[in-house]
């Protein structure tokens, strides 16, 4: 079985702080798919990012990095110098990496990010 | 249109009433995914197709739902005699799906489902 965990529920900071959202994910297979996903207010779900569990560099996408720890099951989330646009809540989620190239996310329950100006 | 559509929008109904919620993927995406996101359960896996074929169905809730989809494009999802635990935002997502290939997941809006 699949799991992941984002033990933050909810993270409220200043504007321009930097902030780091934790994903620590559970599963018995060896190849997989790490996504992040956005939901703002509007509700509709962004994606983020993806990564694939044999790929473990970090990748940076302007004030967006990832950070993929194979050994210890992490794959986190750094927005620096945040903004109040960047308040939602984000999602970390696991897919399985099969043959057919399609299969259900397995999703953690989200931390809620408040941006104060 | 540009990205994947869901109506209605917003659906309120009667204990026991049935509901058809549609889903239209991006135009060319193969796969289609429901899933159900609610206050106590987060967000979870329903179902996917292939095709017009589904795979695998334990992930549906119980009996009283149900899901096709024809034509390789537009899918519905039906529940029978909804329940109050029914109610919730219904997420649909498109993807390529290319064989072999890990591909990424687009949703749409939802369908935001009250049972009175």
């Known amino acids: 079985a699949q799991k992941v965990t984002q033990a933050q529920t909810e993270i409220s900071v200043v504007e321009k702080e930097d902030v780091t959202l934790d994903c620590v994910y559970e599963?018995?297979?060896?190849?997989?798919?790490l996504f992040w996903y956005k939901q703002p207010p509007s509700g509709e779900l962004v994606f983020l990012i993806r990564?694939?569990?044999?790929?473990?560099q970090n990748e940076i996408s302007g004030r967006y990095s990832w950070n993929f720890q194979k050994s210890t099951s992490s794959f986190n989330f750094t927005i620096t110098a945040s903004q109040v646009v960047d308040s939602a809540v984000y999602f970390c989620?696991?897919?399985?990496?099969?043959?057919?190239?399609?299969?259900?996310?397995?999703f953690g329950k989200g931390t809620h990010l408040i941006i104060q100006p | 249109g540009a990205g994947v559509s869901q109506s209605p929008s917003n659906k309120v109904t009667e204990k026991g009433k049935d509901v058809e919620l549609r889903c239209d993927p991006i135009?060319?995406?193969?796969?289609l995914y429901w899933y159900r996101q609610s206050l106590g359960q987060g967000l979870e896996f329903l179902i996917y197709?292939?095709?017009?074929?589904?795979?695998?169905k334990s992930g549906l809730p119980s009996d009283r739902f149900s899901a096709e989809r024809t034509g390789g494009s537009v899918s519905t999802l039906t529940i029978q005699r909804t329940q109050q635990e029914d109610s919730a935002v219904y997420l649909c997502?498109?993807?390529?799906?290319?064989?072999?290939?890990?591909?990424?997941?687009?949703f749409g809006p939802g369908t935001r489902l009250t049972v009175l």
């Open positions: 197709f292939q095709g017009n074929s589904a795979p695998d």
């Open positions: 599963t018995r297979d060896t190849t997989y798919y």
């Open positions: 135009s060319g995406h193969t796969a």
């Open positions: 990564r694939n569990s044999f790929d473990e």
């Open positions: 989620a696991l897919r399985r990496n099969e043959g057919g190239g399609a299969d259900g996310l397995t």
């Open positions: 997502a498109s993807s390529l799906a290319l064989r072999g290939v890990s591909d990424t997941q687009y």
